[in-house]
């Protein structure tokens, strides 16, 4: 994984600190790996250079906020054009970016070895994305923005009592989850 070669080379921005980044990639391993939450496709690049083989997939509805508007650290609006330049130019495995929401395209899906969620962060929606994450994951979840800044994420997370999945490691903001034998 290069994160500084990332972060430069982007159009818009990566949306995870290096230790954030370096804590999931610990436990990548060579299986499909889903994300929830594309934006500029940073976190789906940097997870794809960490991995041996296998593949990404990242998912986002890309029809709202600052999908409309601006991202405003950037002060430009990414596009699904913009996601696929990123994709092209950067990553290590294949990755592919689909347009859709995260529930709707995860329900029934096919088993992943690891799973991001980083998409809509209120109560409702972590909720929905965790119970169906807890469904296709099979080795690690890891749960992004777990900070006061997030208050639907940090509820959710500090209610939760999930006796499959339980916390084995942290940087940052970043969560990870690890599935009992
Ligand atoms: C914090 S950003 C993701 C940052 C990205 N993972 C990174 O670190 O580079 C959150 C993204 O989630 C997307 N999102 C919102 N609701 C979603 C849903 N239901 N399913 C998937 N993505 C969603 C938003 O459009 C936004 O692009």
Redesign the pocket.
Known sequence: MNYERTVNSIIG????TKAEAEVMAKYLDDGLHI??????????ILASQAKPGGKVV??????????LSQDPVVGIA?SHEIVNLNIERLSGCPVQSVK????E?LRGHEPCSTL?I????SYE?IRA?WFVAREIAESYIFV??YDELHEGVLRFIDELEDYTWYRVDQAGSMLVFGRHD
């Open positions: 921005r990566v949306g995870i994300e929830i939450g594309t934006l500029w496709g940073g976190s789906a990242t998912v986002d509805p890309m029809n709202s906020g600052w999908w990414p859709g929401y995260s529930t395209y991001l980083d998409g809509d962060h929606a994305d992004h923005d």
